[in-house]
């Protein structure tokens, strides 16, 4: 038997293995025109594709790895060789890739057979079952499908009840470190020849793709993958979620995980990161509070999202509620600006594709939706900037979550003032933008855009879940201010459009 794997699909015991001894593996190349993908994913993907591609041969499977431009060409060839040859594959999470695989197979002879990925720790029945078949109305909330995977899988419970008593630690988990904190270690995973080889590649192919290949420290082998996430575990896990939700200046990793590009490649189930650190917990060496907030992410809201895309696909990706229409400034690509988180977060993308999930929301993503960025744009960036990303994940953070597209999957916009920067960062104390100025010179952009953001999308979001109090305080501004406010709001719009914030 014959199995085609997806290059997020690398894992030494997915579903179909176990029975096949040859493996069909393709490296296309085209695709990545589309974009100006960041190098690090671009070598992240390839890489880590081929030292699959030599460990299934140290296993003794019959390897056919195909480079081409796209998937047609391989086929071609594959075909060519094989007559009337039937594969069998496993279920992609992104849209339509399924459907566009089996006809590719069936237009050259041969027939695929998709078996469910389980890679993640929950199928798409279980998710249809708890969220009911009906595609229309649909909108999802994380917390009870959180819940109820908790129960179904007996994951931190206790017979019925949450351990500890509490579904929920996170009003533990919104400290800032004290200026004396050491951030831990992050685990490097230097590139070897194979690593070295594709980098040299990616520079030489596409040449003019948007980031930083030198710091590259990403785990691109199963072996490499598992030290990355027991280093985590036992180094990292403790202080995780206390810092959570924090950012400091000059640091780009605090306690995260940093496993996601790992995960979405398949070199780690979702079970293989949640077990280990709830056995943390039971050993006695990490907190509860770090250890639910793991768990939460990952069976909470990786799994959410991936089920919430496929039902809400393929409205979500173009989904803009709000009729936001502007482009993105060109800091999100230069990082030019004197805005010191802004500047900060780019860095981070831009230096190793990755920035973590508060940077993402509260920073990046924040500011797109105040200053009103298409939110299809806005994903194009984040899909092509980082090393996790794929259009699964990316689409519904990014278009559901980060610019409320959509109300598919949250009932208010993640909106939010300098207030929340400052709370939760140091940036603001270096940054020459005033925190508490709304209006007038040096008042930091993020002020008048929140307060105009409100005003502007009053009709949707006044009457919205939650937004109650934001709107209370909408009323209490008087005629003089909120011209006040528009003026500035109209000056922010004007610099970031011609790179001058
Ligand atoms: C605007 C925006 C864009 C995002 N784009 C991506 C993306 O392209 N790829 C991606 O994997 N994640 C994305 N996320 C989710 C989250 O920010 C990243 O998974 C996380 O920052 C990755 O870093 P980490 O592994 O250190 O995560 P940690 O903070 O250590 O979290 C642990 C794990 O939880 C999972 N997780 C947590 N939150 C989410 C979430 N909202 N969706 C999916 N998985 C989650 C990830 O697998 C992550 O590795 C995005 C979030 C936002 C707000
Ligand atoms: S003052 Fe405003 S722009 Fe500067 S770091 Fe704080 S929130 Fe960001």
Redesign the pocket.
Known sequence: MTVWLLGDQLHPDVAPLGSADHVLLVEAHAFAERRPYHPQKLTLVFSAMRHFRDELRDRGYDVTYLEADTFGDALDRYFEANPGDDLVGVQSPSHGADARRRELVTDRGGALTLVENDLFLTSRATFDEWAGEDTGSGTFRQEGWYRHVRRETGILMDGDDPVGGEWNYDDQNRETPPPEWTPPSVPRFEPDATTREVQAFVADRYEDHWGASEEFVWPVTRAAALQARDH?VSVRLPE?GTY?DAMRDGEW?LS??????A??LGLLR?RE?VDPVVAAYESGDAPLNSVEG?VR??IG??E???HVYRRAMPELASANQLDQTASLPSLYWDGETEMRCLSEAVGHVHDRG????IE??MV??NFALLYGVDPAE?NEW??LG?V???HW??T???VG??SFGSDVLSSKP?AASANYVDKMSDHCGRCPYAKTKTTGENACPFNSLYWDFLKRNEETLRGTGRMGLMYSHVDRKGDAEWRDIRERADEVREQAANGTL
């Open positions: 985590f995780f959570q990793a995260h995980s940093l496993l996601s590009a995960l979405n979702a990161v793991f992410q990952v809201w990786r959410f999202m991936r990755y920035a973590h999930h993402r929301l990046l993503s806005l984040f899909h980082f996790d990303a794929y994940v990316t519904p953070n990014v979550m980060g993640y």
